[in-house]
Each structure stands twice: as C-alpha cells, then as structure tokens.
C-alpha cells in the first residue's frame, strides 16, 4: 500500500496533477464525542472521508466514506465549509497522484452500526470534544476540527 504525503505551502512538494471534490464528515455522538480514525497510510488521526463518486451526492459520499472506514451508520446534519487552499497538496505514492485540497466538511449523527477498523483506518474511536485536537494530524484536519468546535454559526469557505 502506497503512503499519504500531505505539504503546505512546500516550495519542494511536488506539483499538484488533479482536483478530486472529496468530504470529510464529522460525527458526534449523544456525549458529544467526535468519531475519529487513525489512518493506514499515514499514521494521523483524521475525520472519516474520501473521494465522492461518480453519481452520488456530497451527502451521500459522506454517508458511504463514514461506513466503510468506520462501520458506524450517519445521517448528515450540516455543514463546517468549504477547503480549497492550493498550498495544501496531496501526495498518495501508490499512483504518484498529487492532489490539490478540495474538501467539503460535513456534520453528522450517528443512526446505527460499531465502530470498527477498515483498510483505511488503523483505530477507530469515538473522542471527547476537547480532547479531539490533541491526537497528533495534519494542519488542515486540525483546522477542519477546531472550526467545527468554535461552533460557528456560517461555514468556512477557505
């Protein structure tokens, strides 16, 4: 399996070859908990999320993405924003593909299924909120969390 390289604003990263829209959803129980995975390919903690796919919608992707690398079923609720930043590129050594950042970040509760490991996640936990930045990620994950826990009452478009 290939390795995730995430760069920001990194004169040395490669350059970016495609723009794939993808979501990330934040899932909070009835204790206020955010659903979190840690990743096979880089070892981060994260969001579950991924790729949308042809002939679904954002929703329905955020839906699909949660499942597979978590088991536990949602419903979307909202949105945190938008993510765009050129700055932050993707590389995923397997097919050497390097994304530019385009994801959607979404909310969600929890409707059924366990948490449960995937071949994209390595742990999956439900945390406390205020312990949910302390896991060791990305600039742009912890970004995506801490606009979700300001509570903002508009998204983010960045």
Same mark, same amino acid.
């Given at each position: 399996?290939?390795?995730?390289?995430?760069?920001?604003?990194?004169?040395? $990263?490669? !350059? $970016? %070859?495609?723009?794939?829209?993808?979501? %990330?959803? #934040?899932?909070? @129980?009835?204790?206020?908990? =955010?659903?979190? =995975? &840690?990743?096979?390919? %880089?070892?981060?903690?994260? +969001?579950?999320?991924?790729?949308?796919?042809? *002939?679904?919608?954002i929703a329905?992707?955020?839906?699909?993405?949660?499942?597979?690398?978590?088991?536990?079923?949602?419903?979307?609720?909202? +949105? #945190?924003?938008?993510?765009? /930043?050129? !700055?932050? +590129?993707?590389h995923y050594?397997? @097919?050497?593909?390097?994304?530019?950042?385009?994801? =959607?970040? +979404?909310?969600? &509760?929890?409707? *059924? *299924?366990?948490?449960?490991?995937?071949?994209?996640?390595?742990?999956?936990?439900? #945390?406390? $909120?205020?312990?949910?930045? /302390?896991? &060791?990620?990305?600039?742009?994950? !912890?970004?995506? =969390? *801490?606009?979700?826990?300001?509570?903002?009452?508009?998204? #983010?478009?960045?």
């Amino acid at each position: 399996m290939g390795r995730r390289i995430d760069y920001y604003d990194d004169p040395d $990263a490669p !350059k $970016a %070859n495609s723009l794939v829209p993808s979501v %990330n959803v #934040v899932v909070t @129980n009835d204790e206020g908990e =955010i659903l979190m =995975i &840690r990743r096979t390919d %880089n070892d981060n903690w994260a +969001l579950p999320g991924g790729a949308i796919d042809l *002939g679904e919608s954002i929703a329905e992707a955020g839906v699909r993405e949660t499942r597979e690398e978590t088991g536990v079923e949602c419903e979307i609720t909202g +949105l #945190v924003g938008l993510y765009s /930043d050129p !700055k932050h +590129l993707i590389h995923y050594t397997s @097919n050497d593909e390097v994304r530019q950042e385009f994801s =959607i970040v +979404l909310t969600a &509760r929890p409707t *059924g *299924g366990e948490p449960r490991t995937s071949d994209e996640s390595r742990e999956v936990v439900w #945390v406390p $909120a205020d312990e949910a930045l /302390d896991r &060791r990620m990305d600039r742009s994950m !912890k970004a995506r =969390i *801490g606009h979700y826990l300001e509570g903002r009452e508009r998204p #983010v478009i960045a």
